[in-house]
T-cell receptor, first 113, second 116 residues
Framework: DVKVTQSSRYLVKRTGEKVFLECVQD?????MFWYRQDPGLGLRLIYF???????EKGDIPEGYSVSREKKERFSLILESASTNQTSMYLC????????????FGNGTRLTVT | AQTVTQSQPEMSVQEAETVTLSCTYD???????LFWYKQPPSRQMILVIR??????QNATENRFSVNFQKAAKSFSLKISDSQLGDAAMYFC?????????????FGTGTRLKVLA
């Protein structure tokens, strides 16, 4: 069974801090994604990566960056955390199979104070 | 651009009854996949069911089935014999594959409450 692990379930950070959210998958998936989930807004794509060192902006990349140095790990970076980045962050991975679904981690609930 | 609309923010169903969650989407593509995901309080997103646009037959997975109307761009989820464990947020998702990358678009979700 595919396992996508997010390093923190809950995180509290201060405004202006640099924040790292880590995600690791164990199934050699090429594609990895970072989503932000807010009530009434659903899941919005921040960044995705289709290979090591490759990244593409999603719909809401402002204030975020990502890193993918190894295939299994995809990191989301908040360069200078702000209160409007308080949210649930979901990582997901996907193999290249045509009908394969996204596999999600358990989410990180980030609070920026 | 593709969009996915879930017009029911919240639904309730009596245990053992049937409920239908609505989803509509907009796209100009002809080849795509549609998914329903469930997110229980544990926050783990779980795949419920998937449907390929080229397949006319509606997908079914045990108590879960879809009503896929391609021309109307509608993809509703029917849950039969509802159980307390079905209580969750349900997200409809659209997936396309273009220019070598996958693109997923999610609806805003429907919170399903199951009444004992």
């Amino acid at each position: 069974d595919v396992k996508v692990t997010q390093s923190s379930r809950y995180l509290v950070k201060r405004t202006g801090e640099k924040v790292f959210l880590e995600c690791v998958q164990d199934m050699d998936h090429e594609n990895m994604f970072w989503y932000r989930q807010d009530p009434g807004l659903g899941l919005r794509l921040i960044y995705f990566s289709y290979d090591v060192k490759m990244k593409e902006k999603g719909d809401i990349p402002e204030g975020y960056s990502v890193s993918r140095e190894k295939k299994e790990r995809f990191s989301l970076i908040l360069e200078s955390a702000s209160t409007n980045q308080t949210s649930m962050y979901l990582c997901a991975s996907l193999t290249g199979g045509y009908n394969s679904p996204l596999h999600f981690g358990n989410g990180t609930r980030l609070t920026v104070t | 651009a593709q969009t996915v609309t879930q017009s029911q923010p919240e639904m309730s169903v009596q245990e053992a009854e049937t409920v239908t969650l609505s989803c509509t989407y907009d796209t100009s593509e002809s080849d795509y996949y549609l998914f329903w995901y469930k997110q229980p309080p544990s926050r783990q997103m779980i795949l419920v069911i998937r449907q390929e646009a080229y397949k006319q037959q509606n997908a079914t997975e045990n108590r879960f089935s879809v009503n896929f109307q391609k021309a109307a761009k509608s993809f509703s989820l029917k849950i039969s014999d509802s159980q307390l464990g079905d209580a969750a947020m349900y997200f409809c998702a659209y997936r396309s594959y273009t220019s070598g990358t996958y693109k997923y678009i999610f609806g805003t979700g429907t919170r399903l409450k199951v009444l004992a």
